[in-house]
């Protein structure tokens, strides 16, 4: 078993909506969601520091996704709406108490990582 573990990814329609749960063992400081496809590095979709009320959202988010943390559950969602077939990817949860006062985006500096969920949406 992991440090993390992501479940709520699937198949579906433009326009439809997923939520994304990543359960930790505990909590970082740095919560962040990321996505992969073949071929491509990593990119963040969105980043939630502890006690911190203004997220990261990738440029590609447009106000159709939401990160959500709760640190007495070590669980962090991530809502998404509005999905685009441009969405499918193998999301993944990572985390890092991190050495600065703000989180980095760059998946590289994350030491923790779940196994990836796959979200596929076709038109």
């Known amino acids: 078993q992991g440090q993390l573990v992501e479940s709520g990814g699937g198949s579906v329609q433009v326009g439809g909506s997923l939520t994304l749960t990543c359960e930790a063992i505990a909590s970082k400081r740095c919560m962040a969601w990321f996505r992969q496809v073949p071929g491509s590095e990593r990119e963040a979709v969105a980043i939630?520091?502890?006690?911190?009320?203004?997220?990261y959202y990738g440029h590609f988010v447009k106000g159709r996704f939401i990160i959500s943390r709760d640190d007495t559950k070590n669980t962090m969602w991530l809502q998404m709406k509005s999905l685009r077939p441009e969405d499918t990817a193998m999301y993944y949860c990572?985390?890092?108490?991190?050495?600065?006062?703000?989180?980095?985006?760059?998946?590289?500096?994350?030491?923790?990582w779940g196994q990836g969920t796959q979200v596929t949406v076709s038109s």
């Open positions: 939630l520091k502890r006690n911190d009320y203004g997220p």
């Open positions: 990572a985390a890092d108490d991190g050495t600065k006062d703000w989180c980095e985006i760059d998946a590289s500096l994350y030491k923790e």
